[in-house]
């Protein structure tokens, strides 16, 4: 089985969909130890609790394979921009455009706003790829961006950057 971009289907995520979407969220995150200092990185990255909180503001998105759900990612709306979150792959079916599909795919359902704007980690070089790869730039004032569209902690604002890309 590749699970190529050719093998998946892409929906919207459901209730019942929840565990394992959990699952990929954390699995997928545990690279962060690779470049977040000890106090900033969470294991488990999202739980029950984090993710019923985050399901009242944006509208998950999966892609599935033939067996199992792969890769999750959210699209919030604030203001005046679609913020795409939480993009998640899980890290055997990584370098195969799964990530890029699903982007594309989100970046589709996205109407009344001209900018997506996507936040990550600075020391987040597989995002950052890949979001340059995909159009996007980084924010010249990364920090002005974070304040404005999100509700992170702290410690997660000062480690991150913003990339966006006009559409429509």
Known sequence: MSDGPSDIQIRLLTESDRGTALAVINTAARWYREFLPAEEYHDPE?????????????????????????????????????????AYILPDRQRRGL????????????????????????????????LEAAGYTLSADAEA?????????????QSSVTYEKEIG
């Open 145 to 157: 961006v974070l304040r404005a569209y999100y509700a992170i902690p702290e410690d997660r604002l």
């Open 99 to 130: 990530g890029s599909l699903l982007r594309a795919y989100v970046e589709q359902q996205i109407r009344g706003v001209g900018r997506i704007v996507v936040g990550t980690y600075a020391g987040n070089y597989k995002a950052r790829s890949a």
């Open 46 to 86: 999202m739980t029950l609790d984090a993710w019923t909180k985050e399901t009242k503001r944006l509208t998950w998105y999966g892609a599935f394979g033939p067996d199992t759900l792969l890769g999750v990612m959210g699209l919030e709306y604030v203001k005046d921009v679609a913020l795409l979150r939480h």
